[in-house]
């Protein structure tokens, strides 16, 4: 639920993906669970792929932005007809509201390092953001509550997705899309990169005043992407 957690332990060298895909082979063709299965196939058929490491960067591009589809025949965002595809079974679909990538702590890292990468919002209008639990209420303006247990970040992001979403959510136009998914990955690069030199440091000495201002500078970033993108 949006309220609680299940805690999974992953070995060291190890990564799990979890995902809200749900199956069950009995259903019929044109149900939501078959649906499913199709955004876990895509999943396999990327992962199956990918020739290198996986690390939160891939997992966030390629993985939580796909628009691949073996049920319609590809990459939509690249073959779709009129620059439109039918938005149902999409690992970045419509109802997409968030993406997360939790990194934790080999030996030699302080115990209570571990970051999380936080993409909050429609992922293909959005980019992730480092947050670190340890830090507790130390995390970018734009993540904090601003009503209705929303925040800035997702409030935004929902602006964009009804953007690109012009038919009431049965399309996706990718026309007005990729404009803003080049900014996002723009943005989202300049975050790993300062993001990963920051966690570097606190995985040797977690010291929240770098978590701070770190936080400020993301904080005026994302108010400068914010007035570009609406």
Sequence with gaps: GDLSYT?????????????NYAMNPVVPLNTVNNISKTRYDTALWHMERHKGKFSSEWMMKELGRSFYSAYQGGDMMKHSRGGRAFDRDFICRKGSISEVSIEGVVEGDRPNSSVMWTMCGYPACSYAMPVWVAAKDDFPECFKDCGGLSCDAFETGCILKDRVHPDYFEYVDFNILKPILKKALKAEAVEFREGRKVDAELRKDFDVSKVRELNARIQERWLKWKREVL
Aim: hydrophobic share 25%; charged share 40%; net charge negative.
């Design 7 to 19: 805690r999974y332990d992953v070995p060291d060298g190890e990564y799990m993906v979890r995902t």
